[in-house]
């Protein structure tokens, strides 16, 4: 079970964040963008796989080293294996029922 959450002030430079369980959106339009939305349960699987709080340490050793390599925030949260995963495949609405455990490994 997904929680979306709306919230303006928490959203300068992003649209939303998944932090399992819930999607935080920066409006009630984000919500039907199936796109976004599935771009957001990728991560909500990778944090369930990683049982939650590994991921998140994962993803900011992960962005600290692509930050210090590419010496661009963006450039460094683009290169992050679980978005390059989620990114890949947010256009595959049907992604998350064929995808195999530890999926974002291959994005590493």
């Known amino acids: 079970m997904v929680i979306y959450i709306y919230t303006k002030r ?9 932090v399992w369980p819930i999607i935080f959106l920066k409006s009630e339009d984000f919500k039907n963008d199936k796109i976004f939305v599935n ?6 699987r990778q944090q369930l796989e990683l049982l939650i709080v590994p ?20 450039k460094a ?22 995808r195999s455990f530890w ?3 291959r994005w590493i």
């Open 10 to 18: 928490l959203f300068t430079k992003f649209s939303g964040c998944a």
């Open 39 to 44: 771009h957001e349960k990728i991560h909500l």
């Open 55 to 74: 991921f998140y340490i994962w993803y900011a050793v992960e962005f600290c080293v692509h930050l210090i390599r590419l010496k661009s925030k963006y």
């Open 77 to 98: 949260y683009r290169a992050i294996s679980f978005e390059r995963e989620a990114y890949a495949n947010e256009n595959d609405l049907g992604y998350l029922k064929k």
């Open 103 to 105: 999926a974002y490994l």
